[in-house]
Every structure is written in structure tokens, then in C-alpha cells.
């Protein structure tokens, strides 16, 4: 790695050292929400999109340049992981994905393949053509599912309320929870080393759904998989864990691993910190909707977050969920000019 | 009231009083799922049981009789409150509730009237029938949304994954929320008052879309409201404050009011209550899909949640959300018994 990317204020705070100031990025920074995406997307599909390098490259590019954040995070999708794995994958427009072909029983499982990561050449093309186009300072971040949000996405078939259905598979089929989840979690850990291979300098793993789970349940069907694939993980690179829906599951998250814990906005960022020792560096958390409030509460929640870190290294500033489609792109850039502010004010 | 029901389970236990085992009752548990509830519904509109008082107090009483809980609850809807305040109100089916006239500036609000509390003659009617109907000692509860969920869908005219609209209001229009959730508040107290007068013998605030709000957002903009509510409701009346979707705001959940605090799965009930303190009463707090699982794991998972309250009085086993109506209503009965059972040891 050049000193340039070891010594940037994303990396040095995410080993919790010193900043000039707190390091931002964006969830779903790359998306609809930004004309030089809309004007790429327009063109194509979404999947062909996350499936074209040079496109998903130049969105990720744009977005960061456009942005000034601290850090780039690799376009693509959460699901494409499991198109190697037979599972037949749609994107309709407004209806959020589809799975043709849903795992509900062993039958369903015994036709799945072993996830060829070849496969996903695309990804780890898009890596490096953006990771040679990047300012020398500016990490790039890969990212995938957790075990339990992608096998809730390949039971439910699509997104849920209740997520009833893998729930069911978890309480009454263990052996197939297991195998499924067994699988995800060693697929997930091989497609993230290629995309660290490729020039990922940090990574991230989304537990998007697991918040609807018990802490209980949480500990006995989600846990042991994320963290499966923490520990696998190759342990110099810094690998944020972020969980939305459940504050109560903050523990847990951290004895999952990662050395930085996302955090969605319903908690108390201090509050959460101090459940999480302050021994693990985190992210987060502004709600994203104040993007769209006035500037006056955009300052005065802002500058909440940033004293609930307060002066203690290994903030990274982001909001607690994606970015919403009709946010404002200068409220964006607005925000992340605030967090360079206050950060370097604090510092 | 009657010694009967003054010392019924329910009421004993809401009290903190020591009890012979421990009450339940299920959210929404006169619903879809009943046979009883979908033969009643098969003939009318959902709005049209709501507002026939013979037919909304047989799927009571039936749903009381068939699962032998140890409360009824009033089968109502949150919605039609807004009715007299003129908002225009429709069930579709498989759509969820619409307000096809959404306030979100000054000007629809200064359209809305005063609530006519007497236009809601039919909730109050059907109470009556049911008290008249209802074993001696069987208590009755009413119902009715918190301001923010009422607010919420005042203002999004439906459902919503983000609540944008909701909170953009509540940041960008602070007279606004003000008035709106004033006005609410003070309908929502005059509506549960009448619903005493008319034989309820406790009531439950549902607040169940607060889960979306930090909690700096939840104490400045839902909280004040919400205890608006709870100081004024008649004290000898037992209030139980259901709150869902963020175990982070359980303490404030308390400081906005109620004697029993009812709570959702995605938190453990021991911890909450430790949080809380033991100088109140809780409620909860089965995952719902539970009740699709297996015997072994309904068990299991029913007995965590009676260890988790222990022999301490003042719990109240529910949900920690209403029925699923894919729900066998066999597994509902079942888990009544295996409450009455559980407690009934334990005490």
C-alpha cells in the first residue's frame, strides 16, 4: 500500500489514530439521487450497469469526485453473489429485486452450486479501474451481504415485512439454515479477498435485515456466520460491520467482528459507542432524512453526531442508512464540507 | 367495576400485583387469521366491520372465546379518528389504509376540523356491547395510535419505508407539527376517555411507526405529545404505552408515560425491563413468527420470554407485534396455554 493510502484520514481513523479531521463517506453515494449517475443510468439496466466495469467505475469516480468525501465505495449491488450460485436475479424497475427460484427446502438447496467467484469477473475489473483512476489518497471500499441478509433474500425472494418465510427455514430447518448460511459465508469470504486482491483497501458488510431478529435469535442463527466471515478475513484490512433496524443487537454486532461498527441512526451514537467499548472504531450515524430537512437542522444534528464521538479517534462520519433517492446532491456536498469543518475544528 | 373484574388476572398484573399466572393477550388476535373474524369479514368492507357495532363486538367477543385470553380488545382500527378532523379515509385491499387528502402545509391543516369526537359513536357503541357480552372477569381494552404514528399517516397519506414526508415537516415546519400533533393528542385523550365512559377497563396507546426517529428526534418531536396523552388520561385507568421498532427508545418510551410498557421482540424482555425499571409493568414480547415455528422452538422461545420476566409481578405476555394472518389459529391457542401453564408454575 503507498504511504499516501496508509497515512489517508479514512485508513488512520479506521485503525483509530489521529485525523486532521473526521473522514465521511456516503452510503449508496453513487446513486440515483446524482445527475452523473442518472445520466449513466439512463442508458442502461441496473444490472447491466453493476455488470459493465467501465461504467460502475466511472459512477463510483464521479460520486466521490463530485462528493469530496474520504473514501470511494466500489457500485455494485448485494446480490449479484448469488447469481453464481444458481440463483436466477431481477431488477424491475420500482419493485425493488427479484429471485425466481427461492430457497425454501433441501431440494432447493441440493441444486444449488458451489459459488464459481470467477463469475463475478465484473467486480474485480470495476475495482481496478477505479482503484488506478482514485486520487492516491482515497481508499476504495468493496463491500457484501451478510450471511443473514443474502439468505433472507434468497428465501423471501424479495424484500420483506415480516420476513416470515426465513424464519420459518431457521426454526424448523436447521440443517438447511446451516448449509445455506455456511455457504453464503464462505462465499461472501472469497469474494471479498478478490476484491481486496483487486485493490480494495477497506470493506464493508451490510447486514441490511438482520434487525428484525431477537437478540436471541440473532445470536443463535446470524452470529456464528458473520462471524465466520470476520475472522476470515484477511486481518490488516479494516472491515466495517454495519447492522440496521435493532439497536438492541449493538453487542452482538461487535462480538460478530469488524474493526468498525456501523451504526443506523436509531441509536444514540455516544450511548452506542460506550456499549461497544471503546476499544472498535465506528460509523455513522445521521439520520439520512435530515439530507432533506432545512440547514439549520442539518447543522445542529451534524455537529449531535460529532460531539456524541467527541474527541476520541476512530470516527468515521456517514449516515445511518442510504442515501434517499430525492435527496439534494448540495445538501450532500453540504454535509460533507460540515464534517471536514467540525471535524478539523475538534481535532 | 366489579370485584370480578377488578381482580381478573389482567388488571391485577397491570397493577404489579401478584397474580396466578401470567395474563396474555395477542395484538390484533380478533383477525384475519380467525376463521371466526374472516367469516364476519367475508360480507363486509373493512371499514364497514369497523363501523357496524354488532359486527366489530362479535369478532371480539368470538377471538376472546376462541383463544381464551385474558383480555379483549376492542376491534377498532387506528384510522378512523381522523375521519371527523375531515380527513378522507380508504381501505383498499392488500393496500394498506390511504388519506387521499394528506396534510403537509399550513393550508391543509387550517382545512381539518376540531374532532367530533360524537362521530365515532359506533366505537364507543361496540364497547358497550362487548362489556355487555364479555365473562365477568374479562377486562376490556380500548385503543388508540400515539400522535406520531396518527401524524405519520396524517401526513404520508399511507405507509412508508423512511417517513421523509413525516420528518420533513417535523424539521422544516415546527408550527405545524406543533398544531397537528396538539390537535391529535387532545382528540386521541377525548376518544380514549369516551371509550372508558362507554366500559373499558384499560387502554393501549399504539406508537407504531416512533421506531423510525432517533432519540433526540423521538424526546424533541413525538415525546411531548405522547405524555401530553398519558398525563391526562383518567390515572386509575391502566395505560399500556406499545412502542416498536427501536429498543433505543425504551427509557424515553417510559418518561412519555403509561403504567405498562409494552414492548417488541427485537429487545430482550429482562434487559428492557431492568432499563426500564421494576416500578413499572412491561408487556411482550413473542416474535410473532414464532407462532409459525415448530412446538419445540414456540416453547422454547415462549419459556425465554417468561424466564426473561421471571416471578416478578407485573408482566403481561403478548406479541411483540400483532398476528401474522398466515397465523394457525391452533398455535395461538396453544401458546395461550403454554403461558397459562408456564406462569402458573412459577407463581
Redesign the interface.
Known sequence: MTPELHNSRFLRAARREPVDSTPVWIMRQAGRYLPEYRRVRDKVSFLELCKRPELAAEVTLTAQAALGVDAAILFADLLPILEPMGFQLEYSAGDGPRIHNPVRTADDLSRLRECDLDQLGFVYETVRLVRKDLPAGIPLLGFAGAPFTLASYAIEGRGSR???RT??VM??CPELWAALMGRLADSIVGYLERQIEAGCQAVQIFDSWA???????YRNYALPYSKRVFERLPPHVPAIHFLT?????VELQREAGGSIIGLD????LR?AWSRLGHDVAVQGNL????L???LA?LKT?TQ?VMDGAGRRPGHIFNL?HGV?P?TDPEQVKTLVKLVHDMGAARS
Chains 1, 2 share one sequence.
Do not use: M
Open positions: 415480516d420476513f416470515a424464519k420459518r426454526y424448523a434487525g428484525c431478529l431477537s437478540p436471541t435469535d433496524g435493532n439497536p438492541a443487537l441512526w436509531r441509536v444514540d450511548d439520520d439520512p432524512v435530515v432533506q430537512a432545512d437542522t444534528q449531535a445511518g434517499l430525492e
